[in-house]
């Protein structure tokens, strides 16, 4: 039986060795991808993948548990190992990764005064729920039972968001309650006053940093804080950014091929390394992340391909080529190889085949709620996506006083079908004058709101903008609003399959527009969303992410395994007022420039 032990070195069975990992997120890429991606990584010289194991894909709602398809971390896992890698984990309940909600499940925020990352009793008992389910499908696969994990993460960066070693103590003790017998480790920024909140290092837990340049002087505070414990471990860089992640309306960040490769070299040099992301891959359906910024938010792209060493569909870079030289040359005895390429086509363009206005259709799509008050999206449905408002207002036969109190993230308002405005968290709360002449009793008024992605990191895991949804209240002159009508929408297949084509076409409003194509082969593509306005693209059930005229990015990646030799249905949701009339593939991803 195999060991692995943290002295003053790693030590694997006994004899040191450096740890030459990259990040490959499971649930970012398509199952039969996996093989590539670690293949690739092997061949670069690396001897370990890490990847983190994000609670709310697992336990999407509460009790309810899924491991299938690109959420099977133990089939993932067992592939590594039969490639000759061996696996970090990081099943903490937070993971950041720029991932909606740093990986917590939205239900958690249907209890009431919730404190998450904390010893709230509440939170921990779910926390323990989760670890029950999932350690068990881990422990068969630690080094000490034949499988190739060698380290598990207890908490991520938590030294940049509390101080509450408590917190930590009671995620390590339920972690080793189930099982668990591999080192733990924490990660944080590495300066002191992160390590100090954020590590377990009294505990002996071992201390690792994040950081993506500047290797000598991170690795000298490293050593200095556990030099300050009485610790003499050997250095870790648990995430090495080699790229960075983008948001909407920014441009394209981008990292020089070998400024990274030189400074990897010089990491190698000094200890161990992740390099994240190694494959960056995709953030599919509502699962995009936001970064939080003073009073507002500002949510992150549906590509994830981070700049890294492979591109969002798996083809690797210059980067690769350069950091695979950089890793012989301080470790000349490592095994590496050619990577296998990708080939990515252009499938065509296809006209639209039929469309159907959301408000014409909503009554069939889901069963609505009714309540005095408007709920939260959490308290509705999922939590992710978009709901749907619909209230019938007084008329005044004239300008209508309107005002949104307390709603996240992104409203769209029509009366009678007619579009008014769009309001975002800066402008929600500001009232609005609209017109209506219509000599009618009542007005329908419809409010869209979209949930553009929770916030993965930062002071904001408690905040109430990471509930969803109209919370306060909807005003109509100065009073409030009562009798709604809730519509969440996710699209599931369940909800796609209820789509009501002959409802009626309204291209001003937010519209459903089906596309059926015959393809004779199938390939990875991009779809080109650059003639649309802003939404989502469904492709055989399949929700691969959002677009958006914001940019940088205009196209969508589509793996060949979301597509089918024979007949295809894609689903656009355009929320813009911008007709959609064709589906057009590309070969290369489109950017904004």
Known sequence: MKSFQIEEEFLLDGQPIKIISGAIHYFRIPTNQWEDSLYNLKALGANTVETYIPWNIHEPAEGIFDFSGMKDIVSFVKLAQSLGLMV?????????????????????????????????????????????????????????????????????????????????????????????????????????????????????????????????????????????????????????WDGWFNRWGEPIIKRDPKDLAQEVKEMLELGSLNLYMFHGGTNFGFYNGCSARETGSMPQITSYDYDALLTESGEPTEKYDLVQKAIKEVCPEVWQAAPRRKQVKYLGNFKVAQSVSLLNTKKTLTQSIASSYPLAMEEVGTGYGYMLYSVALR???????????????????????????????????????????????????????????????????????????????????????????????????????????????????????????????????????????????????????????????????????????????????????????????????????
């Not at 239900?107 to 009793?121: A, C, G, V, Y």
């Not at 993506?212 to 995430?239: D, R």
């Not at 990646?557 to 089918?564: A, H, I, S, T």
């Open 395 to 593: 008329n005044n036969q004239s300008e209508q006083k309107l005002k949104l109190v307390e709603a996240d993230d992104r409203i769209q308002i029509y009366l009678d079908g007619e579009y008014q405005a769009t309001q975002y968290q800066s402008e929600i709360g500001q009232e609005l004058l609209v017109g209506h002449e219509k000599a009618t009793e009542s007005i329908t008024a419809d409010f869209l709101v979209e949930n553009l992605g929770r916030v993965n990191y930062g002071f904001k895991f408690n905040h109430s903008s990471q509930s969803k949804g109209i919370k306060g209240g909807i005003m109509q002159d100065i009073h409030f609003h009562q009798g709604y009508q809730h519509y969440p929408l996710d699209f599931s297949k369940e909800q796609l399959a209820e789509i009501d084509y002959s409802a009626g076409r309204n291209v001003k409003q937010p519209s459903f527009y089906k596309v059926i194509f015959e393809l004779p082969e199938v390939s990875d593509t991009f779809i080109d969303c650059s003639a649309y306005g802003k939404g989502v693209v469904i492709v055989n059930g399949v929700n691969l992410g959002r677009y958006w005229q914001e940019g940088p990015t205009y196209s969508l990646y589509c793996p060949k395994d979301f597509l089918r030799v024979g007949e295809n249905e894609v689903v656009i949701f355009e929320t813009e007022g911008v007709e959609v009339k064709k589906l057009v593939f590309s070969e290369i991803p489109i950017f904004k420039h």
């Open 88 to 240: 970090i984990l990081r099943p903490s309940a937070y993971i950041c990764a720029e991932w909606e909600f740093g990986g917590l499940p939205a239900w958690l925020l249907k209890t009431p005064k919730i404190r998450l990352r904390s010893t709230d009793k509440v939170f921990m008992a779910k926390v323990e729920a989760y670890f029950k389910e999932l350690l068990p499908k881990l422990l068969p696969l630690q080094i000490t039972q034949g499988g190739p994990v060698i380290m598990m993460q207890i908490e991520n960066e938590y030294g940049s968001y509390g101080m509450e070693k408590e917190y930590l103590r009671q995620t390590k003790q339920i972690m080793e309650k189930y099982g668990v017998v591999v080192p733990l480790f924490t990660s944080d920024g590495a300066w002191e006053a992160a390590l100090e909140a954020g590590s377990l290092i009294e505990d002996d837990v071992l201390v690792t940093g994040n950081f993506g340049s500047h290797s000598k002087e991170n690795v000298a505070a490293l050593v200095q804080f556990m030099a300050k414990h009485g610790k003499k471990w050997p250095v870790m860089c648990m995430e090495y």
